[in-house]
């Protein structure tokens, strides 16, 4: 069965601090891809970085970047110098093969000014 | 370029109703999904259209039905209506140009809240 565990449900940090949000997922399939989105309070999720499977090259994005373990089948999530518009709800999501994807059930980070 | 449009952003309805929701995709955009967001399930896949045609369905019953149209637009209906049904139903679009869908990015519209009263 697929699945994905993102354990942390709320997370407040104070504006500038550094943040991970962690992602666990479970899969036999031996291709697949992990995603990240951001959903705003307007509503739409917002796709942030997608990785593959037999890529585990971390990567940087400005103030992001994502760390890919597939020995512990793990794809965390670290903004750094948190600011208040990344105040959102972060998705983690797996697609095993040709299926839809699956879900985790978000993380909730609020950044106080 | 426009992004996903769903229409309408509210709806109100009461139990036994049926409703239908709307989504326009990106222009050249082929694959349209649905998804539905509740506090309890979180984010639970519906189904996805190519080409007018259904290429996945999740686990939900019957009530829960879809179209896609040749322009790339698409509906879905649910019918007869229940309380459970209130939720914020998400569409989202593809640039998939061969292969799955699944694996490129999805752009989302802002979603369709449902309340079923």
């Known amino acids: 069965a697929q699945k994905v565990t993102q354990a942390q449900t709320e997370i407040s940090v104070v504006e500038k601090e550094d943040v991970t949000l962690d992602c666990v997922y479970e899969t036999r399939d031996t291709t697949y891809y992990l995603f990240w989105y951001k959903q705003p309070p307007s509503g739409e999720l917002v796709f942030l970085i997608r990785?593959?499977?037999?890529?585990?090259q971390n990567e940087i994005s400005g103030r992001y970047s994502w760390n890919f373990q597939k020995s512990t089948s793990s794809f965390n999530f670290t903004i750094t110098a948190s600011q208040v518009v990344d105040s959102a709800v972060y998705f983690c999501?797996?697609?095993?093969?040709?299926?839809?994807?699956?879900f985790g059930k978000g993380t909730r980070l609020s950044v106080i000014a | 370029k426009a992004g996903v449009t769903q229409t309408p952003r509210y709806l109100i309805k009461t139990r036994g109703q049926q409703v239908t929701l709307s989504c326009s995709p990106i222009?050249?955009?082929?694959?349209v999904s649905w998804y539905q967001q509740t506090p309890g399930q979180g984010l639970q896949f519906l189904f996805e259209y190519f080409s007018e045609t259904q290429r996945n369905k999740g686990n939900f019953p019957g009530r829960f039905s879809g179209r896609q149209f040749s322009n790339s637009r698409s509906e879905m209906n649910v019918s007869t209506l229940e309380l459970g049904d209130s939720a914020l139903y998400l569409c989202?679009?593809?640039?998939?140009?061969?292969?799955?869908?699944?694996?490129?990015?999805?752009?989302f519209g802002n979603g369709t809240r449902l309340t079923v009263t």
């Open positions: 989202a679009s593809s640039p998939q140009t061969g292969g799955s869908s699944y694996n490129s990015p999805l752009h």
């Open positions: 999501a797996l697609s095993p093969g040709n299926t839809p994807l699956v």
């Open positions: 222009s050249g955009h082929r694959s």
């Open positions: 990785r593959n499977s037999f890529d585990e």
